[in-house]
């Protein structure tokens, strides 16, 4: 069965960061696109961050570029998201989920696997 399980969300003033993991089982992780989410209250859920495991291609949404980096430990099944300069905007449910190597940010229904997400709360 395909898994993934967040961690490393947290409550954090604005400026500050924090390291996001999403760690993988049940499938071939080379062969899959990862990407991070987010849904803050009463908003859609939007496209934050994605990798192919691939060829680590990268996609960052404008509103994050130049403050998290996405990266991707293929042996340990496991990617990250730090981010960097925080802002109270940033405060959402964050979910990391897993599609075809084709699959696109943009899109949510290229990503069929989610994880149960972790809150990621920022106070100005």
């Known amino acids: 069965e395909v898994q993934l399980v967040e961690s490393g969300g947290g409550l954090v003033q604005a400026g500050g960061s924090l390291r996001l993991s999403c760690a993988a089982s049940?499938?071939?992780?080379?062969?899959?696109?990862i990407g991070w989410f987010r849904q803050a209250p009463g908003k859609e859920r939007e496209g934050v961050s994605c990798?192919?495991?691939?060829?680590?291609?990268?996609y960052y949404a404008d509103s994050v570029k130049g403050r998290f980096t996405i990266s991707s430990d293929n042996a340990k099944n496991t990617v990250y998201l730090q981010m960097n300069s925080l802002k109270p905007e940033d405060t959402a449910v964050y979910y990391c989920?897993?599609?075809?190597?084709?699959?696109?940010?943009?899109?949510?229904?290229?990503?069929?696997?989610w994880g149960q997400g972790t809150q990621v709360t920022v106070s100005s």
């Open positions: 989920a897993a599609g075809g190597a084709g699959s696109s940010c943009l899109s949510l229904g290229d990503f069929g696997s």
């Open positions: 049940g499938f071939t992780f080379d062969d899959y696109a």
């Open positions: 990798i192919s495991s691939s060829d680590g291609s990268t």
